[in-house]
């Protein structure tokens, strides 16, 4: 599944505070797209 997210701004810039609940959405779906495949790197492991 793809996500997008823009920030607007320069680089060094902190997201604008309406961005919050949007960045906070994108980083739970990164740590759990990396919690499954960890999950799954350590079946194989097995």
Not at 5 to 17: E, F, Q, V
């Amino acid at each position: 599944m793809r996500s997008h997210l823009t920030i607007p701004g320069k680089d060094g810039d902190d997201a604008p505070l309406y961005l919050e609940k949007n960045i906070q959405r994108v980083l739970k779906k990164l740590q759990e797209m990396e919690n499954t495949e960890n999950e799954e790197k350590q079946e194989k492991e097995e």
